[in-house]
């Protein structure tokens, strides 16, 4: 079965940090690009970063640029969303998703996780 399990959610004040993980099992993970989505309840679902299988080219919705940084392990099977300098706007619901490039730059996946909450204060 697909699993893509989000972690490392919670509750912070503005101006830390927190480091999302998400891992990856049942289909070729090393062959998909990831990203990372947030949704507000009431609001669209928001494409925050993107990052190609081998190369690591990342993309980065422009509110999270400087602040967000995301990575992959692919011996781990693994993607990782740094976020520093939060800011209560960066309150969401996080999901991570695997697809191609170009779908997920247009907030469409072939693998959706759960989710995890992150609250900024």
């Known amino acids: 079965d697909v699993q893509l399990v989000e972690s490392g959610g919670g509750s912070v004040q503005a101006g830390r940090s927190l480091r999302l993980s998400c891992a990856v099992s049942?289909?070729?993970?090393?062959?998909?690009?990831m990203g990372w989505f947030r949704q507000v309840p009431g609001k669209e679902r928001e494409g925050v970063a993107t990052?190609?299988?081998?190369?690591?080219?990342?993309r980065y919705v422009d509110s999270v640029k400087g602040r967000f940084t995301i990575s992959r392990d692919n011996a781990k099977n693994t993607v990782y969303l740094q976020m520093n300098s939060l800011r209560p706007e960066d309150t969401a619901m996080y999901y991570c998703?695997?697809?191609?490039?170009?779908?997920?730059?247009?907030?469409?996946?072939?693998?959706w996780g759960q989710g995890t909450q992150v609250t900024v204060s």
């Open positions: 990052v190609t299988t081998r190369d690591g080219f990342t």
């Open positions: 998703a695997a697809g191609d490039f170009d779908s997920l730059v247009r907030g469409t996946a072939d693998y």
């Open positions: 049942g289909f070729s993970y090393s062959r998909r690009c």
